[in-house]
């Protein structure tokens, strides 16, 4: 059972167990309050953590702190995808792109200008802008867009085949994966596809210090179903190395 992550019996354990990051944590704390006094809302908060990120490692700021962890977790999410219904010709959103950890496996599959990466952060963006040029990907021509929401407004109706959301909610709020499920549904084709993971909780839900957010799978079940939409848990994705859980959400 994946559990509370604030108790201070688990933070306790926790440190107990990995007294060497004590001091990495209490360093992330003294930065979360800092940024906590000068934005005033989730989107500016996680501009501010990103570029804070980005500027001392790219890969790091997308979760990824050895080069080879980076390769093995895009690695696995193109695998995922590419096994459950993933074509060359699909037209793919990518949400919360980031340097293109698994986007750049993505942008060589797909036909030239199938790819839409789109995140709120600019720093991030320019470093993915680094890997298209480092991988040779410019002729394929894939779109980056920075955004201010998940409104999704500037993209057409019914245009994409998949949309996929990696290490994104569990680092959002409830109120911004509001906002995504009332929107994707417009850009999703009738028979497109929503695949995002997030940090899942079979207590109480809850977040720590605003970047990790975890949720109970119903909770988002039910969210995704007010909004029209069909939420699957993916049990096999379960048994893949990663901490995060998988939904895929499809139009009703």
């Given at each position: 059972m994946k559990r509370s992550r604030t108790s201070l019996v688990h933070q306790a354990?926790?440190?107990?167990?990995?007294?060497?990051r004590i001091a990495p944590h209490l360093r992330r704390l003294a930065r979360d309050t800092w940024f906590r006094l000068r934005t005033h809302d989730h989107v500016t908060y996680y501009r501010a953590v990103m570029r804070s990120d980005t500027a001392r490692d790219p890969e790091g700021a997308v979760g990824s702190h050895k080069h080879r962890r980076w390769l093995a977790l895009g690695r696995m999410q193109f695998d995922y995808l590419v096994?459950?219904?993933?074509?060359?010709?699909?037209?793919?959103?990518?949400i919360g792109c980031g340097n293109?950890?698994?986007g750049r496996l993505?942008?060589?599959?797909?036909?030239?200008?199938?790819?839409?990466?789109?995140?709120?952060s600019p720093d991030i963006l320019l470093a993915a802008q680094d890997t298209i040029?480092?991988?040779?990907?410019?002729d394929k021509l894939p779109y980056l867009a920075p955004v201010r929401d998940l409104r999704l407004a500037f993209l057409p109706d019914e245009y994409f085949d998949v949309v996929h959301a990696h290490s994104v909610f569990s680092h959002s709020p409830i109120e911004v994966i509001e906002e995504c499920f009332a929107n994707v549904g417009?850009?999703?084709?009738?028979?497109?596809w929503f695949d995002?993971?997030?940090?899942?909780?079979?207590?109480?839900e809850h977040h720590v210090l605003r970047e990790d957010f975890y949720y109970r799978t119903e909770t988002l079940v039910e969210l995704a179903r007010q909004y029209g939409l069909k939420a699957t848990f993916m049990d096999d994705w379960e048994q893949s190395p990663h901490k995060q859980s998988k939904i895929r959400i499809t139009r009703r």
């Open positions: 354990a926790y440190a107990f167990r990995h007294p060497h096994e459950h219904g993933l074509k060359p010709d699909c037209r793919m959103l990518e293109l950890r698994a993505f942008i060589g599959y797909l036909f030239t200008g199938n790819y839409y990466g789109i995140d709120i040029e480092k991988h040779a990907l410019q417009r850009v999703m084709k009738p028979d497109g995002f993971t997030f940090d899942r909780t079979e207590g109480k």
